[in-house]
C-alpha cells in the first residue's frame, strides 16, 4: 500500500513537531495514546474508545481521572509500557524546555500519578467540559528510551536515532525526502492487529505528479484531491474518489478595527453582496457547502437555526447608504468622508482557490461600487500582517479541532494569552457567553449557551462566512475496508485490505 | 602565487561573510518569523508567544546576529529548527543527491553544447545549422517544469521507459550494489534529460558564436594552409580559443550545481537542496537558509577559483 504525502516528517517526537506536514497521521501509527477520539461528534461532543487504556472513571467530585492500562502492552524493544511512561510524557509535554506546541492544554492538569504499573491518576485543578479530551491529548513515549535525553536538548535531537515505537506499525526505513516504509509490528499488543504487511509513505510534493502517479498505479491513495481533478479521478475504473466532511472552513476576514469596516450594516453588506452560493459552487465544484457562521455545522455545537444570508445586491446598497457610502463624485466608487471605498484583500499566493474567490468577490462587490485590489502573498508574510493587524480584509481559513472552545478566535483579543483573532472583533456579550461555554461541564447547557453566541457572532459578521470544504481522498479501487473521515485518514487502517 | 593565494583565499572569506549576513538580515527582516505558521485554532495562541522566547526570536536583533556569527566562526552553524537536525548533517545528506544530478546535467549541457556547435560549423548557415538552431532556441525559451513535465508524460507514462519520479523505486531502496546503482541511474535519465535539455541551447549558441569568430582567424587558415582538415582545425585549434567564455559561464554555474534546481527537484521529487531550502525559507528556519546559503557562497568562491586556473591552463596569455 503506497500512500501519497507531499513532505517528510520532519521529526518523529510529536512533542517537536510543529504539526504542519500532516506528520502526526504518521506518528499516531507508530506510538500508543491512552484512548482513541472517535469521529462521532455531529451530536455530542466525541466520545473515546479504548486504546492503552481499557477503561478509565472519574473520582466523584470529577477532579481525579483514573485509567487502567493493558498488561500486555509492549514498546517496540520488548519493554512494558506502563503507568511511568504516561507520567514521563506528561512531564514531558508540560516541561517549558521541551516546549511542546500542546503545552497549554495540560495547564488544568496539576499532576500524575503512578499508582501501580497499570493504572495512573490525572489530578485536575479544575472541573471543566474537556478533561478527558485533555488528559488524552497527545501519545505516550518511551521513557526508558527517550527518558535518557535532558529535556533542554529536545530541540536539538534526531528521535529517529533513538526510535522506540508502540504502534500498530514500526519505522522499517526511512529516506529523507523520499519514502517511509513502515511494517507491521508483529509484537503489536492491540486488537484488531492490521492487516496489511507494509504501509509505504512516499513523498511527492508536487500534486500534479500525485495524481499522474495515482493513475499510472504507482500511488495507491492520494490524499486531499483537488475540486477541479475530482471528475478525472471518478471517471477512472480503477480508482475509487471519497469524499467527507473536513473540519476547514473558509471566510472573508474584514479587519474590524479599521474604521471602513467598523460598522456592522457595512460588513452585512458586503455579505449580502457577495454571491456566496455561486461562489463556492463555482470554485468548488460540488465539493464543499455554504458556511453560516462560526461553528463547522458537522458538529454538535452547531446551531441549526442560523439564518443563512442570500445574495441581495438591492439590500446591501441600502445598508451601505444608511452608513453613509455614497457615490457623490459620480465616479462609479462609493465615498464617504471624501474618502473611496477601497481596499486590499489579501490571499495566500500558492493557493489557486483561493485567488479565483477573490475575483469572485472583487467582481461582485464592483457591482456594488466597492473597489477591491486582490493582492497574494507568500504564506508566512500573509500570517504576519494579519497578525499584526495590518491588512485591510483577507480571505482566511480555518481547520477547526474537535474541542468546541470559540475563545482564540472570537474573544476580545487578549495580549497576555494571545490570540488568533486577528480580525479584532471585540464584543462584550459574546466575550461573557464564550468565558460561560468553557466552564460548563454539562454540554447540553453549553450548547444553549453556543446557540447564542453564534447568533450574535452572525448578526455582527465580523467576517463573511464562505465555505466549509470537503476532503476528496482518492484510492485505488482494489484497496478495501478504509473509512476516511476527518478523524484522520489511517483512522480505521487496521481493516484496510487489499481486494481482487 | 602564494600572495595571490591568500589574498584569493581572504576575498572569498569577506564574501561568504557579507553574504551570511546579507541574508540573515533579509530573513530577519522578512514578514514573518518561525512562530508566525503557528496559527491554527487548534495549536493555543500562546504557544507562539512561548516559541519565540524559545528560538531567541524576541530578542534583539544585533544579539541574534552577534549569537550566531559567534558560532558560525567556529564551524557551529547550529540545528534546524524545523528538523531539529543540525544543519552540517543535513546539507551533508542532501546535497550529494543534487551534486549527481546537476553535475550529470551540466556535463550533459556542455557535452551535447559542443558537439552541436561542431555539427553546426561543419556547414554554417545551411539547413542543418538553421534547424538546429532553432531547435536549440526553443529547447532554451520553453521553461524547465515544461520541459520535465513533457519528458515525464511521454517517456514515462506513456512509453513507460523510465520512472517519472523520486531517486531510487522502493525495490532499489532495499537493494544494495549493482541493481541499486542501476536503479539510481535508470531515476536519473528524465531529471539530467529536463537540466540538460533546458541548457544545452545556450551552450551550443555561445560556442558556435565564437567558434564562428575564430574560424576565420589567422592561425586557424594557418592550420588549414599546413594541411590540417577543417575539423581538426576547428577541433583542435579553434575550439580551445572559443572555449573561453564558455568557462567563465560554467564557472558561474556552479551555483545551480550546489543549491539545485527547485523545479525539477520539486517535479521529480528529488530529494535535494532546492527542496530542503524552499521549505526552510518559507518556514523562515533561519539556520538552515543562512547553512545552505553559505554552503552555496562557497561554492560560488571556489567556482570562480576553478574557472580562473582553467582559463589559465586553456590561454597561456592568461597566468596566475
Redesign the interface.
Known amino acids: 500500500m503506497?500512500v501519497a504525502t507531499t513532505?517528510d516528517v520532519?521529526?518523529f517526537?510529536e512533542y517537536?513537531s510543529?504539526?504542519?506536514t500532516g506528520e502526526l497521521d504518521t506518528i499516531d501509527l507508530l506510538f500508543p495514546a491512552l484512548m482513541t477520539e472517535q469521529p462521532d461528534y455531529q451530536l455530542h461532543p466525541p466520545s473515546f474508545a479504548p486504546r492503552l487504556a481499557t477503561s478509565w472513571e472519574f473520582s466523584s467530585n470529577n477532579r481525579t481521572l483514573t485509567f487502567h492500562l493493558r498488561p500486555d502492552a509492549r514498546w517496540s524493544d520488548g519493554v512494558p509500557v506502563t503507568a511511568d511512561d504516561v507520567r514521563f510524557t506528561f512531564q514531558a509535554q508540560k516541561d517549558?524546555r521541551v516546549?511542546s506546541?500542546?503545552?497549554?492544554?495540560k495547564d488544568f492538569i496539576r499532576d500524575v500519578e503512578v499508582v501501580d504499573p497499570h493504572t495512573v491518576r490525572f489530578n485536575f485543578t479544575r472541573v471543566y467540559p474537556y478533561q478527558l479530551m485533555d488528559a488524552n491529548d497527545g501519545h505516550i513515549v518511551p521513557a526508558h528510551a527517550w527518558g535518557k535525553v535532558p529535556f533542554e536538548k529536545w530541540?536539538?535531537?534526531?528521535?529517529e536515532k533513538i526510535l522506540v515505537t508502540g504502534g500498530p506499525f514500526r519505522l522499517a526505513?526511512h529516506?529523507?525526502?523520499?519514502?517511509i516504509?513502515l511494517e507491521r509490528d508483529p509484537g503489536y499488543w492491540g486488537s484488531p492487529r492490521p492487516n496489511l504487511d507494509r504501509l509505504?509513505l512516499?513523498?511527492?510534493?508536487?500534486m500534479?505528479?500525485q495524481l499522474?502517479?495515482l493513475?499510472?498505479g504507482?500511488l495507491n491513495v492520494v490524499q486531499a484531491v483537488s475540486p477541479q481533478e475530482a471528475d478525472r479521478v471518478q471517471a477512472n475504473r480503477d480508482l475509487n474518489l471519497v469524499e467527507f466532511p473536513s473540519r476547514m472552513w473558509g471566510m472573508v476576514g474584514w479587519n474590524n478595527r479599521l474604521p471602513m469596516f467598523a460598522d456592522r450594516r457595512v460588513r452585512k453588506a458586503l455579505s449580502l453582496g457577495i454571491n456566496r452560493k455561486s461562489l463556492v459552487d463555482t470554485v468548488f465544484r460540488g465539493h464543499a457547502t455554504l458556511s453560516a457562521g462560526p461553528v463547522l455545522s458537522s458538529t454538535w455545537a452547531y446551531n441549526r437555526t442560523l439564518p443563512q444570508l442570500s445574495y441581495d445586491p438591492v439590500q446591501a446598497a441600502q445598508l451601505l447608504a444608511q452608513a453613509g457610502w455614497r457615490d457623490s463624485n459620480g465616479d462609479g466608487i462609493l465615498d464617504r468622508d471624501g474618502k473611496p471605498f477601497a481596499f486590499d484583500l489579501l490571499y495566500p499566493a500558492s493557493n489557486t482557490l483561493r485567488r479565483q474567490m477573490a475575483l469572485l468577490i472583487q467582481a461582485d462587490l464592483a457591482r456594488l461600487g466597492i473597489k477591491v485590489r486582490p493582492i497574494q502573498m507568500?504564506?508566512?508574510?500573509l500570517?504576519?500582517?494579519t497578525?499584526a493587524g495590518d491588512f485591510d480584509a483577507t480571505i482566511w481559513v480555518?481547520?477547526?479541532?474537535t474541542k468546541v472552545d470559540l475563545t482564540?478566535?472570537w474573544s476580545t483579543p487578549s495580549p497576555s494569552?494571545?490570540?488568533?483573532n486577528f480580525i479584532g472583533y471585540s464584543n462584550p456579550d459574546v466575550d461573557r457567553l464564550i468565558a460561560a461555554a468553557r466552564e460548563e461541564p454539562d454540554y447540553t447547557r453549553a450548547k444553549v449557551l453556543l446557540d447564542r453566541i453564534q447568533e450574535l457572532i452572525v448578526a455582527d459578521q465580523p467576517a463573511t462566512f464562505l465555505y466549509e470544504s470537503k476532503l476528496l481522498v482518492a484510492t485505488s479501487r482494489k484497496l478495501r475496508g478504509a473509512d476516511f473521515n476527518a478523524a484522520g485518514l489511517f483512522f480505521n487502517v487496521d481493516e484496510w485490505y487489499w481486494g481482487t | 602565487m602564494l600572495r595571490w593565494s591568500l589574498h584569493r583565499i581572504a576575498a572569498g572569506v569577506a564574501l561568504v561573510w557579507l553574504v551570511a549576513t546579507f541574508t540573515f538580515l533579509l530573513v530577519s527582516l522578512?514578514?514573518?518569523?518561525f512562530a508566525?505558521?503557528?496559527?491554527?485554532?487548534?495549536?493555543?495562541?500562546?504557544?507562539?508567544?512561548?516559541?519565540r522566547r524559545?528560538f531567541g526570536l524576541d530578542r534583539p536583533l544585533p544579539l541574534r546576529y552577534a549569537s550566531w556569527l559567534g558560532a558560525a566562526v567556529t564551524g557551529d552553524l547550529g540545528?534546524s529548527w524545523?528538523?531539529?537536525?543540525?544543519v552540517v548533517a543535513m546539507l551533508a545528506?542532501?546535497l550529494p543527491n543534487t551534486l549527481l544530478l546537476t553535475s550529470l546535467g551540466l556535463a550533459l549541457e556542455l557535452g551535447g553544447g559542443v558537439a552541436l556547435a561542431i555539427v553546426q560549423l561543419r556547414k554554417p548557415h545551411g539547413t542543418g545549422d538553421r534547424i538546429i538552431t532553432l531547435a536549440t532556441l526553443a529547447a532554451y525559451a520553453l521553461p524547465a517544469f515544461g520541459v520535465a513535465?513533457g519528458l515525464?508524460a511521454l517517456l514515462?507514462?506513456r512509453l513507460h521507459l523510465f520512472p517519472?519520479?523520486?531517486?531510487?523505486s522502493?525495490e532499489g531502496?532495499?537493494a544494495h550494489g549493482w541493481p541499486r546503482l542501476v536503479d539510481t541511474a535508470r531515476h536519473l535519465v528524465l531529471p539530467v534529460a529536463a537540466i540538460g535539455v533546458t541548457g544545452v541551447g545556450a551552450v551550443a549558441r555561445y560556442l558556435r558564436g565564437s567558434l564562428l569568430d575564430e574560424r576565420t582567424e589567422q592561425y586557424v587558415l594557418a592550420a588549414r594552409a599546413r594541411g590540417c582538415s577543417q575539423r581538426q582545425a576547428l577541433v583542435r585549434h579553434a575550439l580551445p580559443n572559443a572555449v573561453l567564455p564558455l568557462i567563465t559561464m560554467m564557472g558561474m554555474s556552479l551555483p545551480f550545481l550546489v543549491s539545485g534546481s527547485l523545479v525539477i527537484e520539486?517535479?521529480f521529487?528529488w530529494?535535494?537542496m532546492g527542496?530542503?531550502m524552499y521549505?526552510a525559507a518559507?518556514?523562515?528556519d533561519l539556520p538552515l537558509v543562512l547553512g545552505g546559503t553559505i554552503v552555496a557562497t562557497v561554492a560560488v568562491v571556489v567556482g570562480n577559483l576553478l574557472a580562473d586556473v582553467a582559463y589559465a591552463v586553456a590561454d597561456p596569455r592568461v597566468r596566475v
Open positions: 503506497i513532505a520532519t521529526t517526537n517537536q510543529t504539526q504542519e517549558a516546549g506546541l500542546g503545552m497549554e492544554m530541540h536539538t535531537t534526531d528521535f526505513a529516506t529523507p525526502q523520499q519514502t516504509i509505504v512516499r513523498v511527492v510534493p508536487d500534479a505528479s499522474e502517479q493513475f499510472a504507482q507568500e504564506f508566512t508574510s500570517i504576519a500582517r497578525e480555518w481547520v477547526d479541532a482564540s478566535t494569552q494571545g490570540t488568533n | 522578512a514578514p514573518g518569523d508566525t505558521r503557528l496559527t491554527d485554532p487548534r495549536i493555543p495562541p500562546a504557544a507562539r508567544a512561548r516559541w524559545d540545528s524545523i528538523y531539529k537536525q543540525k545528506s542532501v513535465l515525464i514515462s507514462y517519472p519520479s523520486h531517486m531510487l522502493l531502496e532495499m520539486v517535479v521529487s530529494p535535494g527542496q530542503v521549505n518559507l518556514g523562515r
